[in-house]
Protein backbone atom coordinates (compact mmCIF):
# COMPACT_ATOMS: atom_id res chain seq x y z
CA UNK A 1 0.00 0.00 0.00
CA UNK A 2 1.40 3.38 -0.89
CA UNK A 3 1.90 5.74 1.87
CA UNK A 4 0.16 8.85 1.73
CA UNK A 5 2.53 11.98 1.08
CA UNK A 6 1.72 15.38 2.68
CA UNK A 7 0.55 17.29 -0.45
CA UNK A 8 2.15 20.58 1.63
CA UNK A 9 5.70 18.98 1.21
CA UNK A 10 5.59 18.90 -2.16
CA UNK A 11 5.09 23.35 -2.26
CA UNK A 12 8.43 24.43 -3.51
CA UNK A 13 9.03 27.18 -1.43
CA UNK A 14 12.35 27.46 -0.13
CA UNK A 15 14.28 29.38 -2.57
CA UNK A 16 13.09 32.96 -4.40
CA UNK A 17 13.86 35.36 -6.75
CA UNK A 18 12.64 38.79 -8.04
CA UNK A 19 12.22 39.84 -11.31
CA UNK A 20 11.63 43.72 -11.50
CA UNK A 21 9.26 44.57 -14.40
CA UNK A 22 8.27 47.90 -13.48
CA UNK A 23 6.53 49.95 -10.92
CA UNK A 24 2.68 49.02 -11.86
CA UNK A 25 0.57 45.80 -10.70
CA UNK A 26 1.57 42.66 -12.86
CA UNK A 27 -1.23 41.97 -14.25
CA UNK A 28 -0.57 39.05 -16.47
CA UNK A 29 1.91 35.85 -16.44
CA UNK A 30 2.86 33.45 -18.84
CA UNK A 31 5.25 30.60 -19.07
CA UNK A 32 5.44 28.35 -22.32
CA UNK A 33 4.98 24.83 -21.98
CA UNK A 34 8.68 24.09 -21.74
CA UNK A 35 9.31 26.54 -18.81
CA UNK A 36 11.99 28.24 -20.45
CA UNK A 37 10.30 31.36 -21.17
CA UNK A 38 8.59 33.74 -18.85
CA UNK A 39 6.68 36.66 -20.19
CA UNK A 40 4.92 39.14 -17.96
CA UNK A 41 2.19 41.86 -18.34
CA UNK A 42 1.64 45.24 -16.28
CA UNK A 43 -0.42 48.39 -15.67
CA UNK A 44 2.26 50.40 -17.54
CA UNK A 45 1.57 48.83 -20.91
CA UNK A 46 4.57 46.47 -21.48
CA UNK A 47 5.21 43.08 -21.62
CA UNK A 48 8.69 41.99 -20.70
CA UNK A 49 10.14 38.57 -21.87
CA UNK A 50 12.57 36.90 -19.61
CA UNK A 51 14.75 33.76 -20.88
CA UNK A 52 16.09 31.86 -17.76
CA UNK A 53 18.56 30.00 -19.77
CA UNK A 54 19.58 33.05 -21.37
CA UNK A 55 19.51 34.62 -17.76
CA UNK A 56 22.58 35.53 -15.45
CA UNK A 57 21.82 36.51 -11.74
CA UNK A 58 21.90 39.90 -12.76
CA UNK A 59 17.86 39.10 -13.56
CA UNK A 60 17.35 41.56 -16.78
CA UNK A 61 14.39 40.89 -19.37
CA UNK A 62 16.08 40.16 -22.60
CA UNK A 63 13.32 42.36 -24.41
CA UNK A 64 10.12 44.92 -23.58
CA UNK A 65 7.64 45.97 -25.77
CA UNK A 66 4.05 47.81 -25.51
CA UNK A 67 2.19 45.45 -28.13
CA UNK A 68 -0.73 47.50 -27.50
CA UNK A 69 0.46 51.19 -27.25
CA UNK A 70 -1.82 52.57 -24.10
CA UNK A 71 -3.63 49.64 -22.84
CA UNK A 72 -3.35 48.17 -19.60
CA UNK A 73 -2.31 44.18 -20.23
CA UNK A 74 -4.96 42.22 -18.99
CA UNK A 75 -3.72 38.62 -20.25
CA UNK A 76 -1.24 36.96 -21.93
CA UNK A 77 -1.03 33.17 -22.80
CA UNK A 78 1.34 30.70 -24.56
CA UNK A 79 -0.16 28.19 -26.75
CA UNK A 80 -0.10 24.75 -26.50
CA UNK A 81 3.20 24.39 -28.44
CA UNK A 82 4.54 27.41 -26.97
CA UNK A 83 5.38 29.20 -30.62
CA UNK A 84 2.83 32.04 -30.05
CA UNK A 85 1.67 34.07 -27.61
CA UNK A 86 -2.29 35.29 -26.79
CA UNK A 87 -1.87 39.44 -25.75
CA UNK A 88 -5.37 40.57 -23.98
CA UNK A 89 -5.03 44.09 -23.27
CA UNK A 90 -7.89 47.00 -22.46
CA UNK A 91 -8.73 47.55 -26.09
CA UNK A 92 -11.16 45.92 -27.82
CA UNK A 93 -9.05 43.75 -30.33
CA UNK A 94 -6.60 40.67 -29.22
CA UNK A 95 -3.56 40.30 -30.65
CA UNK A 96 -1.15 37.30 -31.66
CA UNK A 97 2.81 37.27 -31.52
CA UNK A 98 5.36 35.05 -31.79
CA UNK A 99 7.58 34.44 -29.70
CA UNK A 100 10.16 37.09 -30.04
CA UNK A 101 7.48 39.50 -29.66
CA UNK A 102 6.52 40.43 -33.79
CA UNK A 103 2.92 40.49 -34.62
CA UNK A 104 1.24 37.51 -36.25
CA UNK A 105 -2.01 38.65 -35.94
CA UNK A 106 -4.71 41.06 -34.68
CA UNK A 107 -8.15 40.46 -34.11
CA UNK A 108 -10.84 42.83 -35.93
CA UNK A 109 -13.15 45.14 -34.36
CA UNK A 110 -16.43 44.74 -34.90
CA UNK A 111 -18.93 47.47 -35.79
CA UNK A 112 -20.19 49.19 -32.96
CA UNK A 113 -23.36 50.41 -34.51
CA UNK A 114 -24.62 47.18 -35.23
CA UNK A 115 -27.26 46.04 -31.82
CA UNK A 116 -27.17 42.09 -32.52
CA UNK A 117 -23.63 41.12 -31.73
CA UNK A 118 -23.67 37.99 -33.30
CA UNK A 119 -23.64 39.81 -36.72
CA UNK A 120 -20.52 42.06 -35.92
CA UNK A 121 -17.25 40.62 -37.13
CA UNK A 122 -15.04 41.19 -33.79
CA UNK A 123 -15.54 42.66 -30.33
CA UNK A 124 -16.84 46.50 -29.77
CA UNK A 125 -15.94 47.10 -26.36
CA UNK A 126 -13.14 46.22 -23.94
CA UNK A 127 -11.56 43.15 -23.18
CA UNK A 128 -11.45 41.16 -19.91
CA UNK A 129 -10.07 37.71 -20.88
CA UNK A 130 -8.28 35.70 -23.33
CA UNK A 131 -6.68 31.56 -23.49
CA UNK A 132 -5.90 29.45 -25.91
CA UNK A 133 -7.39 26.20 -26.89
CA UNK A 134 -5.64 22.89 -24.71
CA UNK A 135 -5.83 20.74 -27.77
CA UNK A 136 -6.11 22.76 -30.77
CA UNK A 137 -2.93 24.88 -31.31
CA UNK A 138 -4.93 27.55 -33.89
CA UNK A 139 -8.10 28.49 -32.11
CA UNK A 140 -8.06 30.98 -28.93
CA UNK A 141 -11.12 32.94 -27.05
CA UNK A 142 -11.85 35.78 -25.78
CA UNK A 143 -14.52 37.58 -23.55
CA UNK A 144 -15.56 41.16 -23.64
CA UNK A 145 -17.58 44.33 -22.13
CA UNK A 146 -19.37 43.91 -25.24
CA UNK A 147 -21.17 40.88 -23.89
CA UNK A 148 -19.75 38.18 -26.02
CA UNK A 149 -17.47 35.38 -26.17
CA UNK A 150 -15.75 34.47 -29.05
CA UNK A 151 -13.68 31.81 -30.42
CA UNK A 152 -11.03 32.95 -33.50
CA UNK A 153 -9.00 30.95 -35.92
CA UNK A 154 -5.63 31.87 -36.24
CA UNK A 155 -6.00 31.40 -40.10
CA UNK A 156 -8.74 34.04 -40.39
CA UNK A 157 -8.39 37.45 -38.46
CA UNK A 158 -11.14 39.47 -40.29
CA UNK A 159 -13.87 37.17 -38.44
CA UNK A 160 -14.50 35.17 -35.30
CA UNK A 161 -15.04 31.32 -35.31
CA UNK A 162 -18.24 31.32 -32.80
CA UNK A 163 -20.26 33.64 -30.73
CA UNK A 164 -21.39 32.70 -27.44
CA UNK A 165 -24.02 35.04 -26.08
CA UNK A 166 -24.31 35.14 -21.87
CA UNK A 167 -27.91 36.05 -20.96
CA UNK A 168 -29.42 36.60 -16.93
CA UNK A 169 -32.55 34.49 -16.12
CA UNK A 170 -34.96 37.80 -18.05
CA UNK A 171 -32.79 37.05 -21.21
CA UNK A 172 -30.59 40.48 -21.09
CA UNK A 173 -27.17 40.71 -22.31
CA UNK A 174 -24.45 40.57 -19.13
CA UNK A 175 -20.88 41.32 -19.50
CA UNK A 176 -18.74 38.11 -18.98
CA UNK A 177 -15.78 38.85 -16.77
CA UNK A 178 -13.40 35.66 -17.21
CA UNK A 179 -12.93 32.97 -19.56
CA UNK A 180 -11.90 29.36 -20.35
CA UNK A 181 -11.31 25.92 -21.81
CA UNK A 182 -12.19 22.65 -19.99
CA UNK A 183 -9.35 20.85 -20.16
CA UNK A 184 -10.04 18.50 -22.94
CA UNK A 185 -11.40 22.20 -24.64
CA UNK A 186 -14.88 20.52 -25.30
CA UNK A 187 -16.50 22.92 -23.28
CA UNK A 188 -16.22 27.17 -22.48
CA UNK A 189 -16.73 28.48 -19.43
CA UNK A 190 -17.59 32.67 -18.66
CA UNK A 191 -18.08 34.14 -15.21
CA UNK A 192 -20.21 36.99 -15.70
CA UNK A 193 -20.85 40.32 -13.74
CA UNK A 194 -24.38 38.97 -12.34
CA UNK A 195 -22.68 36.71 -10.59
CA UNK A 196 -23.57 33.47 -12.83
CA UNK A 197 -21.26 30.74 -14.08
CA UNK A 198 -22.27 29.83 -17.62
CA UNK A 199 -21.13 27.18 -19.47
CA UNK A 200 -21.23 26.27 -22.82
CA UNK A 201 -20.56 22.67 -25.92
CA UNK A 202 -17.91 24.42 -27.50
CA UNK A 203 -20.14 22.98 -30.68
CA UNK A 204 -23.11 24.49 -29.77
CA UNK A 205 -22.89 28.30 -29.24
CA UNK A 206 -26.79 29.13 -28.47
CA UNK A 207 -27.94 27.31 -25.48
CA UNK A 208 -25.99 26.63 -22.02
CA UNK A 209 -25.08 23.22 -21.22
CA UNK A 210 -24.53 24.11 -17.44
CA UNK A 211 -25.44 27.27 -15.63
CA UNK A 212 -25.23 28.45 -12.05
CA UNK A 213 -27.38 31.42 -11.54
CA UNK A 214 -26.14 32.65 -8.15
CA UNK A 215 -22.42 31.23 -8.16
CA UNK A 216 -21.21 34.58 -6.78
CA UNK A 217 -22.44 38.39 -5.56
CA UNK A 218 -24.23 39.96 -8.12
CA UNK A 219 -22.48 42.97 -9.65
CA UNK A 220 -18.55 41.65 -8.14
CA UNK A 221 -16.02 40.74 -11.09
CA UNK A 222 -15.83 36.79 -11.27
CA UNK A 223 -11.50 37.40 -12.06
CA UNK A 224 -10.94 33.62 -12.49
CA UNK A 225 -11.82 30.51 -13.23
CA UNK A 226 -10.01 27.36 -13.44
CA UNK A 227 -10.50 23.62 -14.51
CA UNK A 228 -8.92 20.68 -12.17
CA UNK A 229 -6.33 18.81 -14.17
CA UNK A 230 -8.76 15.53 -14.12
CA UNK A 231 -11.32 18.21 -16.05
CA UNK A 232 -14.16 17.28 -12.87
CA UNK A 233 -13.62 20.35 -10.50
CA UNK A 234 -14.15 24.24 -11.46
CA UNK A 235 -12.46 26.49 -9.26
CA UNK A 236 -14.43 30.19 -9.34
CA UNK A 237 -12.29 33.37 -7.89
CA UNK A 238 -15.00 35.93 -7.10
CA UNK A 239 -14.59 39.71 -6.71
CA UNK A 240 -17.05 39.33 -3.84
CA UNK A 241 -13.42 37.59 -1.79
CA UNK A 242 -14.35 34.35 -1.99
CA UNK A 243 -12.81 30.97 -3.58
CA UNK A 244 -15.60 28.54 -4.28
CA UNK A 245 -15.05 24.81 -5.88
CA UNK A 246 -17.52 23.30 -8.41
CA UNK A 247 -18.40 19.71 -9.95
CA UNK A 248 -19.78 20.54 -13.27
CA UNK A 249 -22.13 17.42 -13.01
CA UNK A 250 -24.03 18.83 -10.31
CA UNK A 251 -23.91 22.26 -10.77
CA UNK A 252 -26.65 24.05 -8.02
CA UNK A 253 -24.53 24.66 -5.30
CA UNK A 254 -20.49 24.81 -4.64
CA UNK A 255 -18.31 21.57 -3.12
CA UNK A 256 -16.78 24.15 -0.58
CA UNK A 257 -15.86 27.89 -0.29
CA UNK A 258 -13.74 30.16 1.35
CA UNK A 259 -14.56 34.04 2.52
CA UNK A 260 -12.43 36.71 3.53
CA UNK A 261 -10.05 36.27 0.57
CA UNK A 262 -9.67 40.12 0.07
CA UNK A 263 -9.27 41.00 -3.82
CA UNK A 264 -9.06 44.47 -5.48
CA UNK A 265 -8.10 43.04 -8.62
CA UNK A 266 -10.06 41.91 -11.88
CA UNK A 267 -7.59 39.65 -12.61
CA UNK A 268 -6.93 37.86 -9.28
CA UNK A 269 -6.16 33.91 -10.24
CA UNK A 270 -6.25 30.80 -8.73
CA UNK A 271 -4.70 27.58 -9.91
CA UNK A 272 -4.82 23.82 -9.41
CA UNK A 273 -1.27 22.47 -7.93
CA UNK A 274 -0.04 19.85 -10.76
CA UNK A 275 -1.03 16.73 -8.52
CA UNK A 276 -4.59 18.29 -8.33
CA UNK A 277 -4.36 18.09 -4.54
CA UNK A 278 -4.41 21.61 -3.75
CA UNK A 279 -5.62 24.93 -4.81
CA UNK A 280 -4.11 28.56 -4.10
CA UNK A 281 -4.55 32.09 -4.87
CA UNK A 282 -3.43 35.46 -3.78
CA UNK A 283 -4.94 38.44 -1.35
CA UNK A 284 -4.82 41.99 -1.83
CA UNK A 285 -3.91 44.60 0.90
CA UNK A 286 -3.96 48.57 0.68
CA UNK A 287 -0.86 50.26 1.66
CA UNK A 288 0.88 50.14 4.89
CA UNK A 289 -1.90 47.56 5.88
CA UNK A 290 -0.25 43.92 5.83
CA UNK A 291 1.62 41.62 3.64
CA UNK A 292 -0.03 40.35 0.52
CA UNK A 293 -0.49 36.29 0.69
CA UNK A 294 -0.27 33.30 -1.78
CA UNK A 295 -2.70 31.05 0.52
CA UNK A 296 -3.00 27.11 -0.49
CA UNK A 297 -6.01 25.23 0.72
CA UNK A 298 -6.48 21.54 0.50
CA UNK A 299 -8.90 20.64 -3.14
CA UNK A 300 -11.51 18.53 -1.35
CA UNK A 301 -12.28 19.79 2.08
CA UNK A 302 -10.77 23.41 1.58
CA UNK A 303 -8.70 23.77 4.63
CA UNK A 304 -6.33 25.89 4.45
CA UNK A 305 -2.83 24.36 4.44
CA UNK A 306 -0.03 26.53 3.57
CA UNK A 307 0.27 30.26 3.24
CA UNK A 308 3.37 32.35 1.68
CA UNK A 309 3.76 36.14 3.02
CA UNK A 310 4.99 37.56 -0.82
CA UNK A 311 5.19 41.47 0.33
CA UNK A 312 3.91 44.04 1.70
CA UNK A 313 1.24 44.50 -1.84
CA UNK A 314 -1.11 42.67 -3.18
CA UNK A 315 -0.40 39.21 -5.32
CA UNK A 316 -2.35 39.62 -8.59
CA UNK A 317 -1.35 36.43 -10.61
CA UNK A 318 -0.43 32.82 -9.87
CA UNK A 319 1.04 30.40 -11.74
CA UNK A 320 2.42 26.91 -10.91
CA UNK A 321 4.20 25.57 -13.55
CA UNK A 322 3.82 21.64 -13.76
CA UNK A 323 6.94 20.55 -15.64
CA UNK A 324 9.29 23.20 -13.16
CA UNK A 325 7.73 23.32 -10.22
CA UNK A 326 7.93 26.46 -9.67
CA UNK A 327 5.73 28.78 -8.64
CA UNK A 328 5.34 32.10 -10.11
CA UNK A 329 3.71 35.25 -8.59
CA UNK A 330 2.91 38.71 -9.92
CA UNK A 331 2.70 41.81 -7.32
CA UNK A 332 0.64 44.68 -6.96
CA UNK A 333 3.92 46.65 -7.47
CA UNK A 334 5.36 45.86 -10.35
CA UNK A 335 7.72 42.49 -9.20
CA UNK A 336 7.04 38.88 -10.52
CA UNK A 337 8.40 36.35 -7.67
CA UNK A 338 9.53 33.06 -8.45
CA UNK A 339 9.74 29.93 -5.86
CA UNK A 340 11.26 27.00 -6.39
CA UNK A 341 13.13 23.98 -4.18
CA UNK A 342 16.17 23.14 -5.70
CA UNK A 343 15.82 19.60 -4.66
CA UNK A 344 12.06 19.10 -6.08
CA UNK A 345 12.06 21.68 -9.00
CA UNK A 346 14.40 21.48 -12.08
CA UNK A 347 15.12 24.15 -14.36
CA UNK A 348 13.86 27.46 -15.00
CA UNK A 349 15.15 30.30 -12.30
CA UNK A 350 17.87 27.34 -10.90
CA UNK A 351 19.62 28.00 -14.75
CA UNK A 352 20.42 31.77 -14.19
CA UNK A 353 21.00 32.65 -10.51
CA UNK A 354 23.95 30.13 -10.52
CA UNK A 355 25.62 32.50 -13.77
CA UNK A 356 27.42 35.06 -12.00
CA UNK A 357 26.84 38.62 -13.59
CA UNK A 358 28.55 39.65 -16.45
CA UNK A 359 31.75 42.63 -16.55
CA UNK A 360 30.94 45.27 -18.23
CA UNK A 361 33.92 45.37 -20.85
CA UNK A 362 35.08 48.61 -20.24
CA UNK A 363 36.41 50.74 -23.41
CA UNK A 364 40.27 50.00 -23.11
CA UNK A 365 40.25 49.51 -26.65
CA UNK A 366 42.79 52.20 -28.01
CA UNK A 367 46.12 49.82 -27.18
CA UNK A 368 46.57 47.29 -29.73
CA UNK A 369 47.38 43.73 -29.14
CA UNK A 370 50.23 43.10 -28.58
CA UNK A 371 51.98 40.17 -30.57
CA UNK A 372 54.93 38.05 -29.61
CA UNK A 373 57.07 37.34 -32.65
CA UNK A 374 60.48 35.09 -30.97
CA UNK A 375 62.17 34.58 -34.33
CA UNK A 376 61.71 37.35 -35.91
CA UNK A 377 64.38 39.68 -37.54
CA UNK A 378 65.66 42.26 -34.83
CA UNK A 379 64.32 44.79 -37.66
CA UNK A 380 60.73 43.39 -37.81
CA UNK A 381 60.85 42.92 -33.40
CA UNK A 382 58.38 45.08 -31.43
CA UNK A 383 59.42 46.83 -28.41
CA UNK A 384 57.95 44.64 -25.63
CA UNK A 385 55.43 46.72 -23.95
CA UNK A 386 56.13 47.23 -20.03
CA UNK A 387 53.05 48.33 -19.10
CA UNK A 388 49.27 49.35 -20.85
CA UNK A 389 49.00 52.45 -18.55
CA UNK A 390 52.03 54.15 -20.47
CA UNK A 391 50.91 52.92 -23.51
CA UNK A 392 47.15 54.11 -22.98
CA UNK A 393 48.52 57.72 -22.20
CA UNK A 394 50.84 58.05 -25.56
CA UNK A 395 48.41 56.87 -27.48
CA UNK A 396 45.57 58.87 -25.97
CA UNK A 397 48.22 62.05 -26.93
CA UNK A 398 48.51 60.52 -30.78
CA UNK A 399 45.68 62.63 -32.67
CA UNK A 400 45.03 60.06 -35.05
CA UNK A 401 44.93 56.79 -32.19
CA UNK A 402 42.80 58.77 -29.99
CA UNK A 403 40.44 60.29 -32.62
CA UNK A 404 41.06 63.47 -31.80
CA UNK A 405 38.24 65.96 -33.15
CA UNK A 406 39.38 68.81 -35.82
CA UNK A 407 39.51 71.88 -34.28
CA UNK A 408 37.28 74.92 -35.62
CA UNK A 409 38.63 76.92 -38.16
CA UNK A 410 39.99 79.77 -37.67
CA UNK A 411 40.35 82.71 -40.42
CA UNK A 412 38.52 82.09 -43.57
CA UNK A 413 37.23 78.86 -44.84
CA UNK A 414 39.13 76.12 -46.11
CA UNK A 415 38.87 72.64 -47.34
CA UNK A 416 34.66 72.80 -47.61
CA UNK A 417 34.49 73.90 -43.88
CA UNK A 418 33.06 77.01 -42.87
CA UNK A 419 35.06 79.78 -40.55
CA UNK A 420 33.61 79.89 -37.17
CA UNK A 421 30.67 82.28 -37.38
CA UNK A 422 28.49 80.05 -35.95
CA UNK A 423 29.94 77.31 -37.35
CA UNK A 424 27.00 76.41 -39.53
CA UNK A 425 26.67 76.99 -43.78
CA UNK A 426 23.49 79.20 -43.07
CA UNK A 427 25.57 82.05 -40.72
CA UNK A 428 28.28 82.06 -43.25
CA UNK A 429 26.11 83.05 -45.96
CA UNK A 430 23.66 85.55 -43.36
CA UNK A 431 27.55 87.27 -42.70
CA UNK A 432 27.97 87.46 -46.40
CA UNK A 433 24.54 88.75 -47.00
CA UNK A 434 25.27 91.52 -44.35
CA UNK A 435 28.26 92.91 -45.62
CA UNK A 436 27.94 96.05 -47.48
CA UNK A 437 29.14 95.67 -50.98
CA UNK A 438 27.90 98.69 -52.30
CA UNK A 439 30.47 100.23 -55.13
CA UNK A 440 30.01 104.52 -54.98
CA UNK A 441 32.25 104.37 -58.27
CA UNK A 442 31.00 105.57 -61.88
CA UNK A 443 29.88 102.70 -63.72
CA UNK A 444 30.66 104.19 -67.03
CA UNK A 445 34.09 104.72 -65.83
CA UNK A 446 34.22 101.09 -64.43
CA UNK A 447 33.20 100.04 -68.21
CA UNK A 448 35.54 102.16 -70.10
CA UNK A 449 38.17 101.20 -68.30
CA UNK A 450 38.63 97.65 -70.26
CA UNK A 451 37.93 99.67 -73.09
CA UNK A 452 41.79 100.45 -73.95
CA UNK A 453 42.68 96.99 -73.36
CA UNK A 454 40.08 95.35 -75.51
CA UNK A 455 40.43 97.42 -78.61
CA UNK A 456 44.60 96.96 -78.26
CA UNK A 457 44.30 92.84 -77.81
CA UNK A 458 40.91 91.70 -79.33
CA UNK A 459 40.98 88.28 -78.07
CA UNK A 460 37.28 86.93 -77.94
CA UNK A 461 33.81 88.48 -79.64
CA UNK A 462 35.52 91.59 -81.34
CA UNK A 463 37.40 89.51 -83.95
CA UNK A 464 34.63 87.90 -85.28
CA UNK A 465 32.79 91.05 -85.63
CA UNK A 466 35.64 93.25 -87.52
CA UNK A 467 34.51 93.59 -90.97
CA UNK A 468 30.65 94.39 -89.76
CA UNK A 469 30.87 96.20 -86.47
CA UNK A 470 29.51 99.94 -86.49
CA UNK A 471 32.16 102.73 -85.06
CA UNK A 472 30.82 102.88 -80.74
CA UNK A 473 29.92 106.36 -80.56
CA UNK A 474 29.96 107.19 -76.49
CA UNK A 475 28.20 109.99 -74.81
CA UNK A 476 29.42 112.97 -74.19
CA UNK A 477 31.01 113.98 -70.57
CA UNK A 478 28.18 114.61 -67.73
CA UNK A 479 30.20 117.82 -67.29
CA UNK A 480 29.45 119.43 -70.59
CA UNK A 481 25.51 118.58 -70.25
CA UNK A 482 25.29 120.62 -66.89
CA UNK A 483 26.52 123.69 -68.38
CA UNK A 484 23.89 123.26 -71.34
CA UNK A 485 21.23 123.51 -68.55
CA UNK A 486 22.50 126.77 -67.98
CA UNK A 487 20.99 128.15 -70.95
CA UNK A 488 17.44 126.36 -70.19
CA UNK A 489 14.37 128.21 -68.68
CA UNK A 490 14.12 127.58 -64.83
CA UNK A 491 11.59 125.05 -65.21
CA UNK A 492 13.24 122.74 -67.56
CA UNK A 493 16.23 122.29 -65.73
CA UNK A 494 16.93 119.11 -64.16
CA UNK A 495 15.87 119.03 -60.60
CA UNK A 496 18.86 117.47 -58.09
Known amino acids: MMRYMNPVKKIPDT ?13 ALALDPSGARLITGSFDYDVKFWDFAGMDSSLHAFRSLQPCECHQIRS ?51 LNDG ?24 SSEKKHKSVFKPRSLQGKKVTPTCCTYSRDGKLIAAGCQDGTIQIWDRNLSVHTKFHCRQAHAPGSDTSCLSF ?21 RSFRKPLGQVTGLTSFF ?11 KLLLTGTSVRKDEGNGKLVFFERQSLQKVYEIEVAD ?20 NGLAKVYYDPVKSQRGAMLCVVKSKTKEKHAETLTQDYIITPHALPMFREARQRSTRKQLEKD ?36 NIAL ?17 EASENPYWVAPAYKQTQPEPMFAEEEEEEEEGDKDQPEWKKRKI
Open 15 to 27: HEITLQHGTKSVS
Open 76 to 126: LQYSVTGDVILVVAGNSQAKVLDRDGFQVLECIKGDQYIVDMANTKGHTAM
Open 131 to 154: CWHPKIKEEFLTCSNDGTVRTWDL
Open 228 to 248: SYDGVTLASRGGDDTLKTWDI
Open 266 to 276: PMTDCCFSPDD
Open 313 to 332: TSVVRCLWHPKLNQIMVGTG
Open 396 to 431: RLDPLKSHKPEPPVSGPGRGGRVAAHGGTLSSFIVK
Open 436 to 452: DKTDDSNPREAILRHAK
